[in-house]
């Protein structure tokens, strides 16, 4: 009896999703019809790929809308994803659509989640383009396991096949499931490389960004923009906000990143240490890890990683959601290898986590805020709080300043 409720409220669930972006469609007229629609999805990169697309296209004359889990962009007006969301439902992406034909845009680039395949975010778009970044393990539990996560990656992939056929798909070889995503994809097949790209950017630095500038340059590529200004606009990307995004270079650096995975957070610390200047500067790394049961399996993980980089660890809240942060932080603690030279806090409050990372800082540290990014929110159980790193960043760091002018 209890399989067959279960069965019944999965098809409800699905039915609610189905309707809700079926009707959002209709209601705002199929947009997407007169737009070209690049969906990008993937584990890591999504938001660096789709900011550096829309930032190529619309700088070459090409004008392109962005829905990103940072911001909504339509051409040169940006609006902030409050949302809370990557891939929002409830009408959201249908009224975005609508306001980029409103403004004249011709592409549209948006981020494509697993839970916002699974929901039907993406049913009654017409997509044009498909992207695959590259699958890590993340959202486990919600999906039931890695081979159910990685479907609903490929769910969207077959929807773009199956209701266009012109469509294009780019599919990153690097990453050891792209077989997958080759054979869903339709016949306008291009492969890339993180390897294969020579180009650059200061604002997506190291070989961790190489990928997501693959992805852009190819895209873009094929889209009609000729090589030498992919080029240069990749050399004068701004940069997207949380993302690697450097708050202050002297005496010491402040770094924010959204890196929140165990490999994306290696890979960034091992582009941190690279900013260390002198024998005895350290790495002082503030992070917690997502609660409400979200992958608890990556927590003694994410400890690991961080005592094999940082000189400082503190930990304290990320999105605790209904689990208490002492018990999160507890299980981040079991994987930190103790060693000589390592000092470690446990500091619930965010903002005093940070104000103790800054104030622990010397000329030549990097402190690295790891998790949040530009989330404008961190969720508690059943409420939010309003939440802006940078911003809480510069205010301690305006206050020390001015102690020491006192």
């Known amino acids: 009896m209890r399989n067959i409720r279960n069965r019944n409220m999965k098809f409800l669930k699905y039915f609610y999703h189905l309707t809700l972006a079926f009707l959002g469609s209709v209601y705002y007229r199929n947009p997407s019809k007169k737009l070209f629609v690049i969906g990008v999805t993937g584990t890591k990169g999504k938001t660096s790929s789709a900011h550096l697309i829309q930032y190529i296209l619309n700088s070459s004359g090409k004008k392109c809308a962005l829905l990103s889990s940072v911001s909504e962009v339509y051409g040169e007006k940006t609006l902030q994803n409050t949302t809370g969301n990557t891939m929002p439902g409830r009408f959201f992406i249908q009224r975005f659509l609508k306001r980029a034909v409103n403004k004249n845009c011709k592409y549209a680039v948006i981020e494509v989640t697993s839970q916002g395949v699974l929901q039907n975010r993406h049913k009654f778009i017409k997509w044009d383009g498909a992207c695959f970044t590259n699958l890590h393990r993340e959202h486990l539990e919600a999906h039931g396991g890695f081979e159910k996560y990685r479907e609903a990656k490929l769910k969207f992939f077959r929807y773009v096949k199956n209701n266009n056929k012109e469509a ?32 650059e950017s200061s604002m997506l630095p190291g070989e961790i960004n190489k990928p997501n500038i693959a992805l852009a340059e190819i895209v873009c590529e094929s889209l009609g923009v000729e090589k030498e200004m992919v080029q240069k606009l990749i ?6 906000k949380g993302r690697m995004e450097i708050i202050q270079k002297e005496p010491f650096a402040v770094v924010i990143d959204y890196a929140y995975t165990p490999e994306s957070v290696k890979l960034a610390y091992e582009e941190l240490r690279k900013l260390l200047r ?7 790394t503030v992070f917690g ?10 927590r003694p993980a994410l400890g690991e990683i961080a005592s094999n980089y940082a000189n400082v ?15 999160i932080i507890k299980d981040i603690k079991e994987g930190i290898k103790e060693k000589d030279g390592l000092t470690i806090y446990k500091i619930t409050d965010r903002k005093n986590a940070i104000q103790k990372a800054i104030e622990e800082a010397q000329e030549g540290d990097v402190v690295a805020l790891m998790g949040k990014g530009a989330e404008p929110y961190i969720h508690l159980e059943n409420k939010k709080i309003p939440w802006n790193e940078k911003k809480i960043v510069e205010e301690i760091l305006k206050e020390i300043r001015l102690k020491e002018e006192e």
């Not at 660890?313 to 018990?327: C, F, G, N, Q």
């Open 313 to 327: 660890i503190i930990l304290t809240s990320e999105e605790p959601y209904d689990e208490r942060p002492e018990d």
């Open 168 to 199: 294009l798909f780019f599919v990153n070889k690097d990453d050891e499931n792209y077989e997958y995503f080759k054979n869903a994809a339709g016949n306008n097949l291009t492969l890339y490389s993180g390897f294969e790209t020579y180009l």
């Open 235 to 240: 050399t004068h990307f701004p940069g997207v």
């Open 289 to 298: 890890s997502a609660g409400g049961g979200r992958d608890k399996w990556k």
């Open 278 to 284: 002198g024998s005895h500067a350290r790495l002082i």
